[in-house]
């Protein structure tokens, strides 16, 4: 055996050589030859030849043939568990076989055979040796692989932990397990522990091997990364400018890698508002571009559509038209005027017109980006973007139904590129929210924020940023509906997410608290909003003027909440020392702090807000529904002859804005013109717009027509199972419902409320007004099983939404009404008691009291339940013979039979009498 053995040390050598070298084919032939000798006599049993099996395993890991290297990975650790048990050898062959694993995306695999190298490695070496650390920090890593971000810095920290007791571990080493616990961090949103590890880690670099290398200029471009991610823009900024200044300085600066860094420099500047040194670096990379590619290759062009960006932030918009004319230009030449990046050309174009207030513009330019995008991408998110951004300029000008369906439009392309746990998807959710609430429909606004909130949840957990930031957007739509105690529950968790994960004096947790605060002045807990506005306080440094500059606005809404509270003195204090720090900052009081001013004065010279403002508001938003009048109208003129889908949503939303503006005539004209042009979807929107508008007439037969055309194209060529459908169906029943035909109205609105709950539609103002209807005309129908669960069901929703309310109290009678006639007296019983609950809420001696009484009296009598009939008319019978008139004839009668049959001859007469009850 010695005299082969002696050849095959020798190849050994010559393949580490090989492999040192990179010469990974000489390595390869040298690994195969040697397997060949272990054949040729007859000894492949032997510890040997598992470590050469595995070294050539090696080599095909290193060449990428994983497949390769896997097989032989696998036969070198049975042959070495079979000729020396768990060794060290056998937990570094698994060691490899399970780092090819996560090569591979096998990442279950791969953590199953790093847990068993682990314990080997535990046994043999004991926790403090480098390969123990060395398992610890790669299995954080597959944790990592797998999402289980928490499980992955649990390893990495017991790394940590291990290095102390260690001294095998280099610095470069250290810096790699921060760097692994710092992106595990990354991905569990857990950002405030993500940037001190990549700090850590950074520091360590240095220290080993200096700025100037690949690794460290990488490593910095992710903590940018993380910085942005968190909201420090910027510290993101001056991370990302440090990664360009290396990258300038390892290689040449005609590199297209180092125009690239310019460029991402320069987005996250204007991300961060620092637009002239954006400008700067654009600047540069023109050169640079000028200088390598030459003027006319497209990158040329797009860097000054971007220097034109640049300038519209700066607002010297005649320097940001001239350069996005030069860059469509240049784009038209080199790539053709309908080529995608002309398309990118003509939304900046229009993003710039909306600066200068150009709105007619801006439009037609992202209609020209749409047209362009549209014909090359149909169903791609450059579409989608297009469609946002004129979904946001019509809001913006009051056009909310156009704006909300070019949104949806935009969702759906969203959804088939990239699934509802996108980003861009949920980021939509948020700006139909928002167009839903500016368009008079709350529910539907926060529907829309609880279905990100439920994706964000699914995907990341309650304990992440994106989490707390759909939260917050939940909370900000419930304060406005003014429900605010779940305003202010959302907000609660919002900020202690943001604080946990982001840290306590990150902008976001701030706002967080700011908002916090605003809440809990409007719901009249001066105290709490007091504590919330003193830790936002806490939390800024006052380094920058704008710094003092916010904590001088956080102090007078302090010295506002005690002003409310009545304790002046306080309230002067904090006023005093606000009105010093802008003092000192030599401004004068604007925005916010002017506003907080003008409210702690006029509070403190006992006025009331003027009805005034509120006047020019309305004026104000009559003037902007005018000036959209006029917007629209000239588009379609502009575009006379040449009649397409945008103008018949554009006519659609005339009429709507002239119903705004009550101009009905106007309307009716623009509706009937929609209807006419109109195609297909919209044929039926406009029918069912011109349906609403002469229901609104009482033109009930007229409308009729309108709905059922509608209704009738949307079961012959769209789908019934829309929103559009039910909201149709749901106009048929309320035509019917208004001229007189109820059991048509009630064929209407039973498939209607189906359909609702199906598709979960927020329940707005004419939801609940249709449940009560159908309500009504089911119990009218003896359908009274049936009535109980609508006005039930309605009386939940209204409890859920405003509180325990006087209708949510009669809505407890109609359902009570409901049992009674189907017999169950003990479930109408329970109802009549807690309506009578609520009604004393507004004084037992007063009028509304007394009149309840009367009837939930009378209805308890009815339903059998005579003690309770009794004390209820009695109650109202005081009442009225004190001076409330509030017992009825009919509560009067009821109450003398009930005394009557009672035996009860003593205040039987004295009611009969008119005379006190004792």
């Not at 650790?77 to 570094?92: N, Q, T, W």
Request: hydrophobic share 35%; with cysteine.
């Amino acid at each position: 055996m010695s005299f082969y053995m002696g050849e095959i040390r020798k190849m050994r050598q010559e393949l580490f050589s090989a492999y040192d070298r990179q010469d990974y084919r000489q390595a390869l032939m040298l690994g195969r030859r040697i397997l060949q000798l272990y054949l040729d006599h007859g000894d492949c049993d032997t510890m040997e030849y598992a470590t050469d099996m595995h070294n050539l395993g090696v080599v095909f890991d290193e060449l990428g043939r994983y497949d390769k290297a896997m097989e032989y990975y696998k036969k070198a650790a049975i042959l070495k568990k079979d000729c020396a048990g768990e060794s060290l050898s056998f937990a570094d062959t698994l060691n490899n076989l399970a780092v090819v694993y996560s090569q591979t995306g096998q990442y279950e695999k791969a953590l199953k055979y790093h847990r068993q190298v682990l314990q080997i490695r535990d046994m043999k070496l004991g926790r403090e040796h480098i390969d123990y650390i060395h398992t610890l920090f790669q299995l954080g890593n597959t944790y990592e692989d797998l999402k289980q971000y928490e499980k992955a810095m649990e390893m990495q920290e017991k790394a940590l932990e291990k290095v102390g007791a260690s001294k095998q571990v280099s610095g470069g080493d250290l810096a790699d397990i921060y760097f692994s616990m710092a992106s595990a961090a990354h991905g569990a949103g857990n950002y405030k522990r993500s940037i001190a590890s990549y700090e850590k880690a950074l520091t360590l670099l240095e220290k080993e091997n200096g700025e100037k290398t690949f690794y460290y200029m990488m490593q910095l471009i992710r903590l940018a990364e993380v910085c942005e991610k968190a909201g420090w823009m910027e510290l993101a900024v001056e991370y990302c400018e440090r990664a360009v200044q290396i990258r300038r300085e390892l290689m040449s600066e005609n590199h297209l890698d180092f125009i690239n860094s310019l460029n991402a420099l320069a987005a996250l500047c204007c991300k961060a508002g620092d637009y002239r040194k954006a400008l700067r670096a654009h600047e540069e990379t023109l050169q640079l571009v000028r200088e390598v590619l030459g003027e006319d290759h497209i990158f040329y062009a797009e860097t000054l559509n971007n220097m034109s960006v640049d300038y519209a932030g700066l607002e010297e918009y005649e320097k940001a038209l001239e350069l996005n004319q030069e860059a469509l230009e240049r784009k038209a030449a080199i790539m053709g005027p309908d080529s995608s990046q002309c398309a990118t050309s003509w939304m900046s174009l229009g993003s710039l017109y909306e600066k200068m207030g150009r709105e007619m513009d801006a439009l037609s330019a992202y209609r020209r980006a749409l047209g362009i995008r549209s014909a090359i991408e149909k169903k791609e998110l450059p579409c989608a973007d297009a469609m946002e951004a004129m979904a946001r300029l019509l809001a913006k000008r009051g056009a909310f139904e156009t704006a909300f369906s070019y949104l949806r439009e935009a969702q759906k392309i969203r959804l088939e590129a990239e699934g509802k746990r996108s980003f861009s998807y949920v980021q939509g959710l948020y700006v139909m929210a928002e167009i839903k609430r500016e368009a008079g429909e709350p529910e539907a606004a926060v529907m829309l924020c609880r279905e990100a909130a439920e994706i964000q949840e699914e995907q990341y957990g309650k304990n992440h940023p994106l989490y707390a930031e759909a939260l917050e957007h939940l909370g900000k739509e419930y304060a406005l509906q003014k429900r605010y105690e779940k305003s202010l529950a959302a907000l609660t968790e919002a900020a202690a997410v943001f604080k946990e994960m982001l840290d306590e004096d990150n902008p976001r947790h701030v706002a967080a608290l700011e908002e916090m605060a605003q809440v809990c002045e409007q719901m009249g807990d001066y105290g709490r909003a007091v504590d919330c506005y003193l830790e936002r306080n806490d939390v800024n440094f006052e380094e920058t003027a704008e710094e003092q500059k916010k904590a001088a606005e956080t102090l007078l809404a302090i010295a506002c909440c005690y002003q409310a509270m009545g304790q002046t003195k306080k309230a002067e204090g904090y006023f005093q020392e606000a009105e010093s720090k802008i003092s000192r900052l030599g401004m004068e009081p604007e925005g916010i702090y002017a506003q907080r001013r003008s409210r702690y004065l006029a509070a403190a010279a006992g006025e009331t807000p003027r009805e005034e403002a509120k006047r020019e508001q309305k004026t104000a938003e009559r003037k902007k529904l005018r000036e959209t009048v006029a917007l629209f109208e000239t588009v379609i003129r502009q575009n006379e002859g040449h009649w397409d889908e945008d103008m018949t949503r554009y006519a659609l939303t005339l009429g709507d804005l002239y119903l705004r503006l009550d101009q009905k005539e106007q309307a009716k004209k623009w509706l009937e013109t929609a209807e006419k042009q109109a195609d297909g979807e919209l044929y039926a929107l406009a029918c069912l717009k011109a349906g609403e508008l002469l229901l609104r007439e009482g033109e009930y037969t007229k409308a009729l027509v309108k709905f059922r055309n509608a209704a009738s194209y949307t079961e012959e060529y769209g789908d019934v199972r829309t929103e559009f459908y039910c909201r149709t169906i749901g106009y048929l029943g309320d035509a019917f419902y208004q001229a007189g035909d109820k059991e048509k109205a009630l064929q209407m609105y039973l498939p209607y409320v189906r359909l609702f709950r199906e598709l979960g539609l927020p329940k707005d103002g004419l939801y609940e007004t249709r449940m009560e209807r159908a309500g009504s005309l089911l119990a009218k129908n003896d359908r009274h099983q049936e009535a109980a669960e609508y006005y039930s069901e309605l009386a939940l929703h209204l409890r859920e939404k405003e509180g325990e309310s006087p209708v949510f109290a009669k809505l407890l009678l109609k359902t009570a009404m409901s049992h009674m006639a189907q017999g169950n007296a003990r479930e109408a019983e329970t109802l009549l008691d807690r309506a009578l609950l609520l009604g004393a809420r507004e004084g037992v001696q007063s009028l509304s009291y007394g009149r309840l009484c009367d009837r939930i009296g009378r209805l308890y009598a009815a339903n059998g339940s005579h003690q309770k009939a009794v004390e209820a008319l009695l109650l109202a019978y005081e009442l009225t013979r004190t001076g409330t008139g509030c017992l009825t004839k009919e509560g009067h009668q009821t109450l003398l039979q009930l005394l009557r049959r009672a035996g009860d001859e003593k205040r039987y007469f004295a009611v009969k009498n008119g005379e006190k009850v004792q």
